[in-house]
């Protein structure tokens, strides 16, 4: 995917994080913290199950890349720990405050840098719904939480979900 800015307002309160020289992260990619550098979404291990996947991203999770590093390139990044963001979704209705994660590609073997999917629990998400959407839509506003920076999603699943 190409670099997007998918910022829209609120505190960002950003991190400049490191990245290793085969790295390549795009601007609007969802990254974690790997031991000491920033890894997009895509580059986490796959653990064999959807969930199981997007706990592990949660668990690790850093923010939205600001900046792009491209092959080759070892310049820090400007990562965004908070703020609400505009990210790619399958076609669906959404409440404020529902738990979103990042998504699975079709295949099942990778997390989608930049795209968002409805998750049951606070363990997988990395961020809440900001915007209603009572009708299908494939794109939602996302309040995002560092794991790492801020201590992520708190709390469980509102009621009914």
């Known amino acids: 995917m190409s670099d997007r800015m998918r910022w829209r307002y609120g505190d960002t309160n950003p991190v400049v994080a490191a990245v290793d020289a085969g790295t390549v992260i795009e601007i609007g990619d969802l990254v974690w913290q790997d031991t000491d550098d920033a890894k997009p979404a895509s580059m986490l291990a796959d653990t064999g199950t959807k969930a199981g996947s997007q706990e592990a991203l949660a668990h690790a999770f850093l923010g939205v890349a600001m900046q792009r590093s491209r092959s080759g390139e070892t310049a820090p990044l400007r990562v965004a720990t908070t703020g609400v963001f505009e990210l790619d979704c399958a076609s669906g209705t959404f ?6 994660g990042a998504d699975e590609n079709a295949a099942g073997v ?35 939480r560092s794991t790492v920076m801020t201590g992520g999603v708190e709390g469980g699943s509102r009621a009914g979900v």
């Open 110 to 144: 990778a997390l989608v840098n930049q795209q968002a999917v409805k998750v049951a629990a606070s363990s997988c998400a990395i961020g809440r719904i900001a915007k209603r959407q009572p009708t299908a839509t494939t794109s939602v506003l996302v309040d995002i």
């Open 95 to 100: 409440e404020l405050g529902d738990l979103v």
